[in-house]
């Protein structure tokens, strides 16, 4: 009797997910914080702006202009002051399996296995055991840690911590995958690396991508559209389609729309980085 083939995990497509006009909008968000002298901060406001199905997004600005207060409200870690905002049309009111989050700082338990922390939200949601041993072997693949599958965090380096993040995050098959500033703590050469090995991996899945950087090389080799802040209080000061064409490797960065991008940015940022310094 012969064997039948087992078929190979497909990386969730967006499609799957539900129609919306946009995978997330952002609708009049402000964010104020109150001092312990009783002063009122703030922080965001009145953000408003919307990212479509499978962008790759990136929001750059100046430090303290609310990127990652942004992120944080759209992963339900915290509330708006005012407005509201929809991930796959549904208003977020808490975290959420819809969103995963990559974190700069090292976010894996350190008690479980490479293999464990990609297998831990997996596992939550109550899927079968040979369900998830197919979906942690593909994404183990994905971002070559294969041979890494029994190591424990302290065992792996910064790079391939975050590798292990994007995994866990991806296998979760979220609708958004929310990013703040995850390779901002990485050496320059391994920074690079990371940037490459997300690009391959967002090119497979075409997930939607809020990406938070302060790094404006590295949003224009990353983004489809790029949402410039300025700061004291945060805001939407323009949002800009970068029109290089994909694949993109490092050597985009000498290209004369890549270096008048960055110019671009650099003026719009120009007057929130003389307040800052």
Same mark, same amino acid.
């Given at each position: 009797?012969?064997? #039948?083939?087992?078929?190979?995990?497909?990386?969730?497509?967006?499609?799957?997910?539900?129609?919306?006009?946009?995978?997330?909008?952002?609708?009049?968000?402000?964010?104020?914080?109150?001092?312990?002298?009783?002063?009122?901060?703030?922080?965001?406001?009145?953000?408003?702006?919307?990212?479509? +199905?499978?962008?790759?997004?990136?929001?750059?600005?100046? /430090?303290?202009?609310?990127?990652?207060?942004?992120?944080?409200?759209?992963?339900?870690?915290?509330?708006? /002051?005012?407005?509201?905002?929809?991930?796959?049309?549904?208003?977020?009111?808490?975290?959420? /399996?819809?969103?995963?989050?990559?974190?700069?700082?090292?976010?894996?338990?350190?008690?479980?296995?490479?293999?464990?922390?990609?297998?831990?939200?997996?596992? $939550?949601?109550?899927?079968?055991?040979?369900?998830?041993?197919?979906?942690?072997? &593909?994404?183990?693949?994905?971002?070559?840690?294969?041979? &890494?599958?029994?190591?424990?965090?302290?065992?792996?380096?910064?790079?391939?911590?975050?590798?292990?993040? #994007?995994?866990?995050?991806?296998?979760?098959?979220?609708?958004?995958?929310?990013?703040?500033?995850? &390779?901002?703590?990485?050496? /320059?050469?391994?920074?690079?690396?990371?940037?490459?090995?997300?690009?391959?991996?967002?090119?497979?899945?075409?997930?939607? !991508?809020?990406?938070?950087?302060?790094? #404006? +090389?590295?949003?224009?080799?990353?983004?489809?559209?790029?949402?410039?802040?300025?700061? $004291?209080?945060?805001?939407?000061?323009?949002?800009?389609?970068?029109?290089?064409?994909?694949? $993109?490797?490092?050597?985009?960065?000498?290209?004369?729309?890549? #270096?008048?991008?960055?110019?671009?940015?650099?003026?719009?940022?120009? +007057? +929130?980085?003389?307040? !800052?310094?």
């Amino acid at each position: 009797m012969g064997t #039948i083939a087992k078929k190979p995990y497909i990386m969730p497509a967006l499609s799957e997910y539900a129609e919306v006009a946009a995978r997330l909008r952002v609708d009049s968000v402000s964010l104020r914080y109150q001092s312990p002298k009783g002063e009122t901060f703030t922080a965001l406001d009145q953000v408003s702006f919307e990212v479509p +199905d499978q962008q790759f997004a990136v929001i750059v600005g100046p /430090s303290g202009c609310g990127k990652s207060s942004l992120l944080y409200l759209t992963a339900g870690l915290n509330e708006p /002051s005012d407005g509201a905002i929809y991930v796959g049309g549904q208003k977020v009111e808490g975290p959420g /399996s819809d969103r995963g989050m990559v974190f700069q700082g090292y976010t894996l338990f350190p008690w479980l296995t490479v293999r464990q922390n990609i297998e831990f939200g997996l596992k $939550r949601r109550g899927l079968e055991s040979s369900e998830i041993n197919t979906i942690v072997e &593909f994404y183990l693949a994905e971002v070559g840690l294969k041979k &890494f599958s029994e190591h424990y965090p302290k065992q792996l380096s910064g790079g391939m911590m975050q590798r292990v993040a #994007i995994a866990r995050a991806l296998a979760n098959d979220p609708q958004i995958l929310l990013m703040d500033e995850p &390779f901002g703590a990485l050496d /320059s050469q391994t920074r690079l690396q990371m940037q490459q090995l997300l690009l391959r991996v967002w090119g497979n899945s075409k997930k939607t !991508v809020v990406f938070v950087t302060h790094d #404006i +090389d590295e949003a224009i080799l990353l983004a489809d559209r790029i949402y410039v802040m300025g700061a $004291r209080p945060g805001r939407i000061k323009e949002i800009l389609d970068v029109p290089i064409e994909r694949p $993109r490797n490092l050597e985009v960065v000498m290209e004369p729309e890549f #270096i008048r991008m960055k110019r671009q940015i650099l003026e719009l940022l120009h +007057d +929130d980085l003389e307040e !800052v310094h």
